[in-house]
């Protein structure tokens, strides 16, 4: 039963990753239409999740489960911008166009800024130099965050050059590293998915 | 020590209302503190500004309303500079919900600066699928978007007229809040060796320091920071430099909240008090 998938993965991932070496026109043809595939492979995974967030939210409803009454607008919300998107289109001045800037975006904008508020109560409460370790990042990120904003040369004409020091020899070591972990790690796991010793992605580990 | 244990539980709508009063403060009462530029904005700056008038550039505007307040003020910044440069951008976007972002961005921006859709610009809309979109420019532009946004054919627009590839454009700029900026790096540069400039929200910034030191990416934008500096080099007052003294100001207020909890923490302890507030509790 698992064969099918398997293979078709198999050979998909070592098309994809040998036509990324060969230069000839031909391979480059049937690299293009692979690409073409997954845009369709894509556009059905939209279509799948639509239907899924649909199936999920009326499920809830039926059940009147905690907060159904979120699953009403949910589900209101996305046929309603569906058929007006659909209808009047989704650019400026349309009224998806609307929507999107008197709801959307101030909403969105909203949630994101209040992360502002609730990182100064954490950073007072739980932000202690209570470890030599502690102290050193406790002290970097205040020589950051004053540093890195317009104020920082008015405290010290020295903090941007130091924040520029952090930046450029500490952080640049460390985020190569990281860099490098992470590349060595996901050409290993690539490898694992297409030989098919990694097989959780069918649905079992 | 009663009033180090009052201190160290202090009502956290007091820390809101403090925030509050440093973001609305500075916008009401602009402070006009100096942006300081740093040498990775510069280069941004300087790589497009040696492109010749005419130079098609591939602006990608991948964000969504949520950090907007970063990347916003950064898009119509290099916009602007583009258009005041007489380049032609070919500008899309990979998120959903960033195509009536990067519409606003290009709309106001080519107001400023008397620029004309088609003629100086070109609006591509969203595409889904990153990576895949991102090679397939590179192949064959047209296999990704056959028209534009308003469903105009490329082939009837003059800015993209011409243009099939990465081959055809000068440059890629991505202003990205996500690891898209990755695949840009991979895919755009590593892979189609397009120049590429990024800009990016300021927590994601320090990703991209090994990639600019390696110069697969000519120069870095990052933050509200890095686009008020791009307003300075373009001689711009816009809403990154506005907001650069709100953010200054809750800068200090954090630091501060900062030093007051350790200093107040360190007499609780010194003091022997073991009445204060559980060690590191945010809820309060």
Redesign the interface.
């Known amino acids: 039963m698992r064969r099918g998938p398997l293979l078709v993965t198999f050979l998909s991932g070592a098309a994809i990753a040998a036509l990324f070496f060969i230069p000839h026109y031909r391979a480059q043809e049937v690299n293009s239409k692979l690409l073409e595939w997954t845009l369709v492979v894509y556009a059905f995974a939209l279509i799948l999740g639509s239907i899924s967030l649909w199936n999920s939210h009326v499920r809830k409803m039926k059940k009147r489960a905690e907060g159904w009454g979120y699953s009403v607008v949910t589900l209101s919300t996305l046929l309603a911008i569906t058929i007006l998107g659909v209808w009047k289109g989704v650019g400026e001045g349309t009224p998806v166009g609307t929507i999107y800037d008197n709801v959307n975006s101030p909403l969105a904008s909203t949630m994101f800024a209040l992360l502002a508020f609730v990182i100064a109560s954490a950073a007072f409460r739980a932000f202690r130099a209570r470890s030599v370790e502690a102290t050193l990042l406790l002290i970097t990120a205040i020589v950051m965050m004053v540093g890195r904003v317009s104020i920082g040369p008015l405290i010290s004409p020295h903090l941007p050059g130091v924040t520029e020091w952090l930046l450029d020899v500490p952080n640049l070591a460390a985020k190569r590293a990281i860099a490098l972990g992470v590349g060595l790690g996901a050409v290993s796991i690539a490898l694992k998915i297409i030989l098919g010793i990694e097989r959780s992605y069918l649905g079992r580990s | 020590m009663a009033w180090v244990r009052k201190l160290l539980s202090?009502d956290?709508r007091i820390?809101?209302l403090?925030?509050?009063a440093g973001?609305v403060l500075p916008l009401l009462f602009p402070l006009n503190?100096?942006?300081?530029l740093?040498p990775r904005v510069k280069a941004a700056f300087d790589a497009i500004d040696a492109l010749p008038p005419g130079s098609k550039v591939l602006l990608s505007m991948d964000f969504?309303?949520?950090?907007?307040?970063e990347l916003m003020p950064m898009s119509v910044a290099i916009l602007r500079h583009c258009f005041r440069k007489r380049l032609q951008v070919i500008a899309m976007t990979l998120y959903p919900?960033g195509?009536?972002?990067g519409?606003?961005a290009l709309?106001t921006a080519a107001k400023a600066e008397g620029a004309v859709r088609n003629r100086d610009y070109a609006w591509l809309g969203y595409?889904?699928?990153f990576q895949?979109?991102m090679?397939?420019i590179g192949?064959?532009l047209r296999?990704?978007y056959p028209v534009d946004?308003?469903g105009t054919p490329l082939d009837s627009i003059p800015v993209t007229r011409g243009v099939n590839s990465y081959r055809q454009t000068a440059m890629v700029i991505n202003v990205s809040g996500s690891s898209g900026t990755d695949y840009w790096i991979q895919f755009a540069q590593g892979?189609f060796h397009a120049p590429l400039v990024v800009g990016c929200t300021?927590v994601m910034a320090?990703?991209y320091?090994?990639y600019l030191?390696s110069r697969q990416i000519l120069g870095l934008i990052g933050g509200l920071?890095g686009a008020?500096e791009y307003e300075r080099l373009i001689d711009d007052f816009g809403d990154a430099r506005r907001g650069?003294?709100a953010?200054?100001?809750?800068?200090?207020?954090?630091?501060m909240?900062?030093?007051?909890?350790?200093a107040a923490?360190f007499i609780s302890k010194r003091a022997g008090d073991a009445g204060g507030?559980a060690?590191?509790?945010?809820t309060?």
């Open positions: 202090i956290r820390i809101f403090l925030v509050a973001v503190l100096p942006v300081t740093t969504e309303p949520d950090i907007m307040a919900a195509t009536g972002l519409e606003r709309t595409k889904s699928g895949v979109v090679i397939g192949e064959n296999g990704m946004f308003y892979r300021a320090t990703d320091y090994p030191s920071k008020a650069m003294d953010q200054s100001l809750v800068h200090l207020i954090i630091v909240l900062v030093i007051v909890g350790n923490l507030p060690a590191g509790s945010m309060r």
